[in-house]
Every structure is written in C-alpha cells, then in structure tokens.
C-alpha cells in the first residue's frame, strides 16, 4: 500500500509532458503484451493515474485561460 501512496505522491509532482511521456511509455508496452499479468495490472493502474494528472493539469489551464479570457472582455 505505501509502494502505491508513493507511487500517487511522484505522479502528482509530475508536469504534464513528463506525465504524457510516462503514459505513453506504458501504454506501448502494454500493447506488447508481453508483460506478466501483474506487472500488466500494475502498469495500467500506474496509467490511471498518470490519464488523471494530465486530465487536471488540462483543466487547471483551460480555467486560467478562460479567466484571461474573461479579464479581456472587461
């Protein structure tokens, strides 16, 4: 479990190309299918959490430009 929570703390700290690049690391091995089933497991949780840093660091930039957006309509 603590292998995990530290696993969650690292991608959190990630940007998003270094998030991008990891997802797109694990996805092409996951394609292989050539990984033992565990590690295929644990590569796609790891994927998980890497779609979700990319999804919020997406999001935290479509809100800053949308507030740019709106500080020039004023």
């Known amino acids: 479990m603590s292998n995990s929570k ?3 703390k690292d991608i959190e700290q990630l940007d ?3 998030a991008l690049q990891q997802l797109n690391t ?3 091995k996951l394609e292989t299918g050539e990984l033992p089933l565990e590690d295929s497991v644990a590569a796609f949780e790891t994927g998980v959490l890497l779609s979700r840093r990319c999804e919020a660091l997406l999001d935290s930039a479509e809100q800053r ?3 740019l957006g709106e ?3 004023s």
Request: charged share 35%.
């Open 16 to 18: 998003f190309e270094q």
């Open 71 to 73: 500080d020039q309509d």
């Open 26 to 28: 694990l996805v092409a």
């Open 6 to 8: 530290n696993r969650k």
């Open 65 to 67: 430009l949308q507030v």
